[in-house]
């Protein structure tokens, strides 16, 4: 599966962006697909997950509350609407495709994660 992230930006704090991660070669019924973001000098983070066993989202803390992640199975394609974004939010936005059922545990685990997309730039600055 080839995974295409786009809709990235330059926001102003309090904005709002929606990423799009559309995949071609597979059907996302068979994968969950796991957002990830890494600023300059620092890890890849897990930040939102929907897993394709049972449609189950995740966030990490640092999201929740302002981050949606949701399906469009037509469309074969996987978005993360960021709200209420901040500084903070500043990074290098991935998607990547995991196996059909991650443990609740370990969905922010990079390297149970095989296909990333390229990448978009997201930074949120006044």
């Known amino acids: 599966v080839q995974l295409q992230a786009s809709g990235g930006g330059l926001v102003q704090p309090g904005g709002s962006l929606r990423l799009s991660c559309a995949a071609s070669g597979s059907s996302l019924n068979y994968n969950t697909i796991g957002w990830f973001r890494q600023a300059p000098g620092k890890e890849r983070d897990g930040i939102s997950c929907?897993?394709?066993?049972?449609?189950?989202?995740f966030y990490d803390d640092s999201v929740k509350g302002r981050f949606t992640v949701n399906k469009d199975n037509a469309k074969n394609t996987v978005y993360l609407q960021m709200n209420n974004l901040i500084p903070e939010d500043t990074a290098v936005y991935y998607c990547?495709?995991?196996?059909?059922?991650?443990?609740?545990?370990?969905?922010?685990?990079?390297?149970?994660?095989?296909?990333w997309g390229q990448g978009t730039q997201v930074t949120v600055s006044s």
């Open positions: 990547a495709t995991g196996a059909r059922h991650i443990i609740n545990s370990q969905w922010g685990n990079p390297s149970l994660y095989t296909n």
């Open positions: 929907i897993r394709a066993s049972d449609g189950r989202t």
